[in-house]
């Protein structure tokens, strides 16, 4: 049977409810206790990470159960515990993802560690509640690959820190890796590239979009040559086309991948 | 009055050692597979929270 919705059975955690006396915190009893007590941050910034549904079992106990997830809030954790001195940022220049590592350094990391990240915290959650908290939401629902993919895309911009933030005046220090150009392509690939029936993406087209990504971000310039060989993998991955030199478009023989369009011919951002 | 020394340093590593697990749970998840670190002593650790304590 559906459960029952009325305004009060339905529960929020509120920020006055963080326990701020230095005695051993108690033992969280509902998901949104678990998760207040290790990011209260977080609770200030953005609420409740659950709207749990309180419903009787009998004359003494009641089921908890969270009914919706809150994304701002759980995009807000990926962004980890200043206390711990965990920090991870959205570096928009290179739309890449980057933490601190223990040693201090900003280290690349990817979209789908974090992802992992999100299921592997709701995870441990579930795994420390009390019997009367229905668990499904927090073991499936939440932990799809849908809600995970919402998490992460809110978190690019509430997680989004731009050019200044490893610029030379800046005191924030990254790993400068040589796998640079091949993010670029991978960005290039996944999010600027799409499959178009009867469309062709010319080869010199890609090349000098690719160039103009590489310049915004004051990377090096890179010859046609290397440029194919860091694309074509890509694109064979993604679209599942190899790059021909027998193309026909325009009136002319042309070198590029067959239903492959690029997106946009203005530079992003 | 050893003893009683010995055991506010046991609380201290036991608190420390709670905040590095919980630390590198988030952290092991970020890093590249193979970076894992090797869990630090108990002076490590206390130099470490010690660490954390200033900056935060």
Request: glycine fraction near 6%.
């Amino acid at each position: 049977m559906a459960p029952e919705f009325t305004t009060s059975n339905l529960k929020i955690f509120r920020p006055d409810q963080i326990n701020f006396n230095f005695g051993a915190p108690e033992k969280p009893t509902t998901p949104n206790e678990w998760f207040a007590q290790k990011y209260p941050e977080q609770i200030k910034k953005f609420g409740s990470p659950f709207l749990e549904l309180s419903q009787p079992l009998d004359q003494f106990r009641v089921q908890i159960m969270p009914v919706s997830i809150n994304l701002d809030f759980f995009a807000g954790v990926l962004g980890g515990r200043k206390d711990l001195g965990r920090h991870v940022i959205y570096y928009q220049p290179e739309m890449d993802w980057y933490f601190k590592d223990a040693d201090g350094i900003y280290k690349p990391t990817t979209a789908c560690k974090l992802a992992n990240l999100y299921r592997a915290l709701l995870m441990k959650c579930a795994g420390e509640m009390p019997g009367n908290i229905h668990l499904l939401n927090l073991f499936h629902e939440y932990r799809s690959e849908k809600i995970s993919k919402s998490v992460i895309l809110r978190a690019k911009s509430i997680l989004q820190a731009d050019a200044s933030f490893f610029s030379a005046e800046s005191k924030n220090q990254r790993v400068k890796g040589p796998e640079l150009f091949e993010r670029v392509a991978r960005v290039f690939v996944e999010e600027m590239l799409s499959a178009e029936p009867g469309q062709i993406l010319k080869l010199q087209e890609a090349y000098t979009f690719f160039r103009g990504l590489l310049k915004q971000r004051n990377l090096p310039d890179l010859t046609k040559a290397d440029f194919k060989c860091i694309i074509g993998p890509l694109i064979r991955d993604q679209f599942n086309v190899a790059l021909r030199n027998d193309l026909v478009g325009e009136g002319k023989e042309l070198r590029g991948w067959k239903g492959v369009k690029l997106l946009t011919r203005t530079l992003p951002g | 009055m050893y003893n009683q020394y010995n055991q506010q340093k046991l609380d201290l590593v036991r608190k420390a050692r709670e905040k590095w697990l919980e630390s590198e749970f988030f952290l092991g998840f970020l890093r590249s597979e193979g970076n894992s670190v090797p869990e630090p002593t108990d002076e490590e650790l206390l130099q470490w929270h010690q660490n954390l304590q200033r900056q935060t």
